[in-house]
């Protein structure tokens, strides 16, 4: 089985879906724009800037019948309040939807891809927690401080002059806080290489912090939580599918990846698996 496409990106996919009343037939195609916005953005911004017009043109439709018509979508509904209170206006309510679908399924869908991967190449945590899932909650926060799905926060402009650690940040300069570093910052967590599932893990960067923390993390642990436990359930001999001969030359001649059995997205802003191959 190939975990992430089977599994790990369409369930996050399909919360969401169902979160905003995004019809059945319409989520993988809103979801191949979300992508296309998110890991384009950097590399080829017309790609991004198509895929983002092509979730406002959806959800503009959409919400216009959604009012008219109250199409089921629990967060949708809630929103949709905010806007007939005058809260949000009809454009905050587009951004919103399309933010929420972009940013609640590729975040989400690499965490359980790379946690996973963290887990089977870890064959005593797994046993742990297979034994004892109170040890679970934990172990997805070290998961997500280990691999860091989303490894920096958005820009950020400084109001004023900031000094840190003796070195002054002017006024007006643009910052990007580098998560994936804090999170292995050894004075915080020591041995920080160390995948450890009983350190504690509280303060990780993970879904960042202040004001802009992330407002789904609960939902992330959640569908995290939901995920390894009834893996390791169902499937008591889940492992990596280190596959034949030839894909094990591919992993030796691929170095520290893992060759045929998984593979790491090359691209930012998420870091997250292109496949992650199983058998039980
Ligand atoms: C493992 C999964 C997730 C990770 C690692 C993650 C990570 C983050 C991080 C680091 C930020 C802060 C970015 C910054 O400061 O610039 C953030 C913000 C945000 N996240 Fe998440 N996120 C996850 C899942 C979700 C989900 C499931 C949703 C939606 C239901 C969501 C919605 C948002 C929103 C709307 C913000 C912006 C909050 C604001 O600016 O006030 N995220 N997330």
């Not at 991004?48 to 017009?53: E, P």
């Not at 920080?192 to 923390?213: A, V």
């Not at 001969?245 to 998420?270: C, D, I, N, Q, Y």
Request: charged content about 25%; overall charge negative; glycine content about 8%.
């Amino acid at each position: 089985m190939e975990f992430v496409s089977e599994f790990a990106t369409r369930l996050p996919v399909t919360i969401m879906a169902n979160y905003l009343g995004v019809s059945d037939d319409k989520k993988d195609e809103l979801a191949g724009y979300a992508r296309q916005f998110i890991f384009e953005f950097s590399n080829d911004p017309e790609v991004s800037d198509r895929a983002v017009t092509a979730l406002r043109g959806y959800f503009t439709q959409h919400i216009d019948n959604f009012l008219r018509e109250a199409i089921p979508g629990r967060l949708l509904s809630r929103l949709a309040a905010g806007y007939r209170d005058g809260i949000l206006d009809k454009e905050e309510l587009i951004e919103m939807c399309v933010f929420l679908f972009a940013a609640g399924t590729e975040t989400s869908g690499s965490l359980l891809g790379s946690g996973l991967l963290t887990l089977l190449q870890h064959p005593e945590s797994l046993e742990a927690v297979r034994n004892n899932a109170e040890l679970m909650p934990n172990a997805i926060e070290e998961m997500l401080r280990y691999e860091t799905p989303v490894p920096m926060t958005t820009m950020r402009v400084t109001p004023e002059a900031i000094e840190i650690d003796g070195l002054v940040i002017p006024e007006g300069q643009p910052i990007i806080g580098i998560l994936a570093a804090a999170n292995r910052d050894s004075e915080k967590f020591p041995n920080p290489g160390c995948f450890d599932i009983y350190r504690n893990t509280t303060g990780h960067f993970s879904f960042g912090g202040g004001i802009h923390y992330c407002i789904g993390a609960s939902l992330a642990r959640l569908e995290a939580r939901v995920t390894f436990t009834t893996l390791l359930e169902q499937f008591p001999t889940l492992q990596l599918d280190k596959g034949n001969a030839f894909s094990k030359l591919a992993r030796k001649l691929s170095g520290s990846s893992g060759g045929s059995t998984w593979h790491w997205r090359e691209r930012v802003p998420t870091r997250g698996l292109e496949y992650l191959r199983l058998k039980w």
